[in-house]
């Protein structure tokens, strides 16, 4: 990556010296050379010289290598997995909670659901360190959803 840079910079520095520098030898060996072929050639130059500015921002500017990109996609992982242990935890002490104040129906329900928490968020770690990116957010909404019906249970 620094060789492309160094080369571009270089080549860069190089035809923007050699377009300056051949206006002066065109202006002072050639006789037929006119004013407003003069301002003509000085403004194609500097468009072009706005154009190379340009390009020479976008070559320099600052993209995260691949390198970096693993480091952070890395500690994402880490960050996500240690939440999704703690949730398949949670979903476990749920599940050997009593639950007197609900009746037979309810407890199956819940703790059916608590299992499902517990299912899913394991599917999810899974999901996570296999870098399956486009699977979260799907299997992230039906946690959503397992923790929504439990709520419409204890409401």
Excluded: W
């Amino acid at each position: 990556m620094k060789k492309i840079s160094l080369l571009s910079t270089l080549f860069f520095t190089l035809f923007i010296t050699g377009c300056s520098s051949n206006i002066e030898s065109v202006k002072s060996n050639s006789p037929e050379f006119l004013p407003s072929k003069t301002s003509d050639h000085i403004k194609q130059s500097q468009e072009f010289e706005t154009i190379m500015r340009n390009f020479e921002n976008l070559i320099f500017e600052n993209f995260p290598s691949e390198l970096e990109r693993d480091k952070k996609r890395i500690a994402y992982t880490k960050d996500m997995v240690i939440i999704l242990d703690d949730l398949v935890d949670n979903s476990k002490r749920l599940q050997s909670l009593r639950q007197s104040e609900f009746d037979t129906d309810e407890k199956r329900e819940y703790h059916t659901l608590a299992r499902a928490l517990e299912y899913k968020a394991k599917d999810l770690r899974k999901i996570v360190l296999d870098y399956r990116t486009e699977e979260i957010a799907p299997t992230l909404d039906y946690i959503v959803g397992i923790c929504n019906q439990c709520h419409d249970i204890l409401r």
